[in-house]
């Protein structure tokens, strides 16, 4: 049976992978794991893509702004980070920052204990 389309996962460890293998194949799409963006570069230019899923923990913001680019730039796919709650917090300061719904426990409580102001748009 021909996939509906093909995944590339970008950065992912093993035991990510052995998660979200599962549930690809059970909606009949190919999950194709890359260790980097430099890799996932290499794939998009010669291979199509119906999404792209990025793990943010395993990848450097720097690396993870090119493949941003890489996605303006080219299109033809769907980009998903998947960002760790750990990395989400109101006393890191940020310019701009997108939180998972919902919150992680305890966030809105660090955001009241916070002495800089916080913008939700």
Do not use: C, H, Y
Not at 24 to 45: C, G, K, S, Y
Not at 54 to 80: I, S, T, Y
């Amino acid at each position: 049976m021909n996939p509906k389309g093909r995944v590339l996962l970008v950065g992912a460890d093993p035991v990510l992978v052995n998660e979200l293998a599962p549930t690809m194949i059970a909606r009949e799409f190919e999950l194709v794991p890359t260790p980097d963006v430099r890799a996932a570069a290499l794939r998009l230019a010669t291979e199509a893509f119906s999404a792209v899923v990025l793990d943010a923990a395993r990848v450097p913001p720097k690396d993870r702004e090119a493949l941003v680019a890489l996605q303006k730039e080219k299109g033809g796919f769907a980009l998903f980070v998947l960002e760790p709650a750990t990395q989400i917090s109101p006393a890191q300061s940020a310019p701009l920052r997108r939180l998972v719904w919902p919150l992680p426990n305890g966030f809105l409580d660090q955001v009241r204990a916070v002495e800089v102001p916080v913008v939700f748009l």
